[in-house]
């Protein structure tokens, strides 16, 4: 849903980055690598410590990168698919590290078993959510289609507690994950039965 956003980022606010990157002759790989490692640190050192607010915007300031990598391997024309490749793997290594501090956040400081495993559910349905489409674009399919791909789930997990922590809400940030939850379930679900109608289709 929030994919819309991108030309905007990409086209006016990100593009001073992107433009000096490109003349200082940093790689979009290094940027993607940057971003994960950024994402990952900041989530994995904050949230266990019950330092939400100040993880997320540690997090959200390295999330940019991943507008900034792809936009910067267009511009210079790069045509390989290892940039790709990269960026996708990343991604889930860096959903992982979010979702996971968020794990450890409960485990650790709201003492909260409920939430704990709501946190680990946002995380493999996340990781399924873009495995499912990966594959069936792989055999040939669309399954672009949800109301939860990955930009959806880090706005709606890092401005809820953000702003829960932030302001002494908590129930912000459970509603949050409550949702992610429910609706990364329910996009697994939309790009299985949407493969299911295309391969049912292709096979008539």
């Known amino acids: 849903m929030l994919d819309r956003f991108k030309a905007f980022w990409q086209g006016k606010a990100l593009a001073p980055f992107i433009n000096l990157f490109i003349r200082l002759g940093v790689s979009p790989d290094v940027v ?7 994402v990952s640190l900041g989530a994995l050192v904050f949230f266990p410590q019950g330092w939400l607010w100040q993880g997320v915007l540690v997090v959200t300031a390295f999330v940019f990168s991943d507008l900034v990598d792809g936009a910067m391997a267009r511009k210079v024309g790069r045509t390989d698919l290892f940039g790709a490749f990269l960026d996708s793997t990343l991604d889930r290594v860096a959903d992982a590290a979010l979702f ?24 493999s349905m ?13 055999l040939g399919f669309d399954a672009k289609t949800g109301l939860a791909e990955r930009p959806d789930r880090l706005v709606g997990l890092l401005v809820p507690t953000f702003f829960g922590d ?19 379930t329910i996009t697994v679900v939309q790009r299985i039965l949407l493969v299911r109608r295309q391969a049912l289709t292709s096979a008539a």
Not at 100 to 123: H, N, T
Not at 126 to 138: C, D, P
Not at 166 to 179: D, K, N, Q, R, T
């Open 32 to 38: 993607t690598l940057v971003g994960t490692l950024g």
């Open 126 to 138: 996340g990781a399924v959510t873009s495995y499912a489409r990966s594959k069936g674009e792989q």
């Open 100 to 123: 996971g501090a968020m794990a450890m956040f409960f485990a650790w400081q709201a003492e909260s078993r409920l939430y704990l495993v709501l946190s680990l559910v946002c995380l």
């Open 166 to 184: 932030l302001l002494g809400l908590p129930i912000l940030y459970e509603i949050a994950l409550w949702l992610i939850a429910a609706l990364s």
